[in-house]
């Protein structure tokens, strides 16, 4: 297993090697199923593949939250050797990356990154797409592999590579969830395990508004995600949204020929936790 702190390593070590394309998995470490997924598709598809690990402070609008977010570099190397011992993983410092103090470059996303989850995360998606545009033009990857758990932020990074005109194909893999439903998240294990059960509800309440979907207006969905958490004492809602598929437009009105999903955010005794789904 190769890890190395600075890119010039990395850079040297892929001037040596013949590839045909060059896979990359950007997380911040911490790392579950739905990783491991994306970085078995990675290696399924990209015969030189780059794991990042790096907490990125430019996408942290709480510096609580940035101090709390969970870190496991050992363990998360150990997982990615079994995965392949031929992985290449990123552990770099910030000053390998950044100038001191980090900064948020800013970019032009036509404002997708200000609806839904950048309305409550204010300047989050202009941090991601710091560092997702630094990793790319770092490695050059082929493809980079981003899981759609994150959804909005997979748009956020499509957007940046049109804008930008940057040559990277993006390979986004389906939300991983726990055996209860829950989708896999780094956050996870903030939560103690009753209430890591207890959180199945989030994605129950997104399955329960898309049979909705079909019968009942807008309103009533609206109405009966809200009401849902509101006895609830663990589960604070922060917001549930019903927004077009590409652009995130939060819809008025319910229209069968647009492709819709659901997105949602409920703090669980303060953990924030984000779900979406396909509707139709
Ligand atoms: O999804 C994440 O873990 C992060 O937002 C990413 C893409 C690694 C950028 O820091």
Do not use: W
């Amino acid at each position: 297993m190769r890890s190395f702190n600075h890119s010039t390593e990395i850079l040297k070590l892929l001037k040596r090697r013949k590839y045909k394309s060059l896979g990359l998995v950007p997380t911040m470490g911490s790392l579950h199923n739905g990783h491991i997924k994306l970085i078995e598709a990675c290696s399924m598809y990209c015969d030189e593949n780059i794991v990042s690990i790096f907490v990125n402070p430019t996408q942290f609008n709480n510096k609580k939250d940035l101090e709390n977010y969970p870190q496991s570099i050992k363990n998360d190397i150990d997982i990615i050797n079994k995965i392949s011992p031929n992985i290449i993983v990123y552990t770099p410092k910030a000053s390998d990356l950044y100038d001191s103090p980090a900064k948020a470059e800013v970019f032009d996303l036509d404002g997708i990154d200000e609806l839904i989850e950048g309305k409550y995360r204010k300047g989050h998606f202009q941090g991601v797409a710091t560092i997702v545009k630094k990793l790319f033009e770092r490695f050059s990857p082929d493809y980079a592999f981003f899981g759609e758990k994150d959804y909005q932020q997979i748009l956020v990074v499509k957007k940046l590579i049109i804008n930008y005109n940057l040559k990277i194909k993006i390979k986004s893999i389906s939300t991983v969830r726990e055996k209860n439903g829950l989708a896999m998240s780094s956050r996870n294990i903030l939560l103690d395990k009753e209430t890591r059960d207890d959180a199945k509800i989030i994605y129950e309440s997104l399955c329960t508004a898309k049979k909705m979907i079909k019968s009942k207006k807008l309103e009533e969905i609206n109405y009966f995600i809200s009401n849902f958490y509101v006895n609830k004492k663990k589960f604070k809602l922060e917001y549930f949204y019903i927004a077009e598929n590409h652009s995130l437009k939060v819809v008025t009105s319910l229209n069968s020929n647009l492709k819709l999903r659901a997105f949602i955010s409920v703090k669980v005794k303060g953990i924030r936790l984000i779900d979406n789904i396909a509707l139709f």
